[in-house]
């Protein structure tokens, strides 16, 4: 099943109780590309890098049947560039740096072997650039998956709200979820959101787990608990990848299909946090990810019986 991820290909520096970095390779698309090559083969990228992106990156992508024709290489300019520092919480953070530098007028381009695909994954970008890609897909894919974040809901929430009216499910934390419905509880704010157009959400809770909602239907999946998290920055868009990545290579779409995906995507992200930046995917086996799925399957499995 074809899988289409649009997003961002970046620089981090981050801080953290466990140590800094300096430059490390980052951004949402090769999060999500990397999680869900695990699942589904070829993932079909959309980007744009400066001149100064890590080439030894683009060939780790390359290795893992990622494609990069739809990734914009402006060789006179310079990658998109965050830095941030955690507290000890891990779950609150401070932004230091933040440089668009090259995504700051992205105008993404679909190449002719990415057209008619099944699934697409809309990582966190400006709405109306997640919009211009629906618009340049020939043909509807069978799901669309968007995440996005506050500081749309801040500086653009119109043209969130359009290209919302387009996708299939949504993927935002809780408090996002609260700011964009004006609702504290997340039931409440799940039908609100539900009403803008989206047929399924997921409401992330960071590390006490997941939320999945359709119509009155609603599934919960938890985070596992691990001894330490080295880094969260990439969790989300981890946990992005290996929802699409399973839901593409399974080609089922119904809610039961999603409960699934859902788990695989937690188990995807709770490595992703073990190390520093992409660490952690780049050499998983299909062993480490089939033991830490079972690992979410008994942390919920219980017998009982009901008088």
Known sequence: MSLVVVGSMAF???????????KIVGGAATYISLSSSYFVKPVNV?????????????QLMHARSISTE????????????WSGRYFNDMNSRETLVTELNVLGDFDPIIPDAYQGCEFLMLGNLAPQVQKTVIGRLTQ??????????????????????????????????????????GEYSLVKAAKKIMAMGPKFLIIKKGEHGALLFNEEKVFFAPALPLEEVFDPTGAGDTFAGGFIGYLANSGDI?????????????????FCVEKFGTERLKN??????????????????FDTVLQ
């Open 46 to 58: 959309v980007s744009v890098v400066g001149g100064d992106f890590d080439q030894d990156h683009i």
């Open 140 to 181: 509807k894919p069978k799901l669309i998956v968007m995440d996005t974040m506050n500081f749309w809901m801040d500086i653009a929430l119109e043209e969130l709200k359009e290209t919302m009216a387009l996708v299939d499910v949504l993927s935002i934390n809780d408090e996002e979820a609260r700011q964009l419905s």
């Open 12 to 22: 981090d520096a981050l801080e953290t109780p466990f140590g800094k970095t300096d």
């Open 284 to 301: 998983l086996t299909q062993e480490e990810i089939d033991n830490r799925v079972q690992q979410f399957v008994n942390l919920v499995a």
């Open 254 to 270: 119904s809610f039961e299909s999603m409960k699934r995906a859902v788990i695989h995507g937690s188990a995807m992200a709770s």
């Open 70 to 81: 739809g990734v914009q290489v402006k060789e006179n300019e310079k990658s998109f560039f």
